[in-house]
């Protein structure tokens, strides 16, 4: 049961028990007859004399004597009502925090090294199942999840952009790129993927590992490259060491 608050009496409590529920409800405060019948008084006078007990003791507020400009202060309810509130509440936390996680179909390796063809069995080694799930908070908000992409990175060519091997980077597909921007490439005349900084300089694309022990691949003929994703996240990949 609800634990009767200090200084109230009964008919105190249940005019606050229905003052709190009428508000919640209907998001203004019920007339004063309406509080005479819900705690069976007949008398608006006599409603009144409690109002004003109540506002004495700061559990109301009232703007002079307009009507419905009662404010509840300190919100009491009945028992069934408070744990009704209760598992609605929780429930809601619950659906909200289910709600905000999302996830992201992994698709397959893209190489953070030297390119090199990507082996057949790559291909299936994901299925159409495989997925990586995260707090949809983590992403900018413009993203548009159902277009997002996950791979898995398989090389060191990005480490000093915080990208070891076995991470997974979130892509946004792309064709088209800016300077400095960290891609996922295909290389066509090669069937090669990478992921490296694009570069455009002059008649020719740099793609530019994060890597100071590795060169940058040049492209000279434009064609021969295709954009396939832009990097928007990076999770961690955190492996265990045994000695």
């Not at 996830?103 to 299936?124: C, E, K, M």
């Not at 990208?163 to 996922?184: H, K, L, T």
């Not at 590992?209 to 990949?237: C, F, S």
Request: proline content about 5%; hydrophobic content about 35%; aromatic content about 6%.
């Amino acid at each position: 049961m609800a634990r009767k608050k200090e200084g109230l009496s009964e008919r105190h409590r249940k005019i606050m028990e229905y003052l709190t529920e009428f508000i919640e409800e209907y998001g203004y405060s019920p007339s004063i007859r309406e509080i005479g019948d819900a705690i069976d008084v007949k008398s608006t006078s006599l409603v009144d004399y409690y109002l004003n007990q109540l506002e004495e003791r700061k559990y109301i507020s009232r703007e002079g004597r307009i009507s419905r400009s009662i404010r509840v202060l300190q919100p009491i309810r009945s028992a069934t009502k408070a744990l009704s509130k209760q598992i609605s509440d929780a429930a809601q936390a619950v659906t909200t925090a289910v709600d905000s996680i999302i996830s992201i179909p992994l698709r397959g390796r893209i190489v953070a090294s030297t390119p090199i063809p990507v082996p057949p069995s790559d291909f299936n080694y994901f299925d159409s199942e495989s997925g990586v799930e995260i707090a949809r908070s983590l992403l900018p908000a413009r993203e548009k999840i159902n277009e997002l992409f996950a791979l898995e990175v398989q090389g060191d060519s990005m480490i000093d952009a915080m990208v070891n091997d076995g991470d997974i980077i979130v892509m946004r597909p792309a064709q088209q790129a800016s300077n400095g921007e960290m891609v996922a490439v295909w290389l066509d005349d090669k069937d090669e993927t990478t992921l490296k900084y694009f570069y455009k300089e002059n008649n020719r694309i740099r793609l530019q590992p994060a890597n100071p022990t590795m060169d940058p691949i040049y492209v000279e003929n434009t064609n021969d490259l295709r954009i396939m994703g832009k990097v928007v996240m990076v999770i961690r990949q955190y492996k265990n060491t045994v000695h």
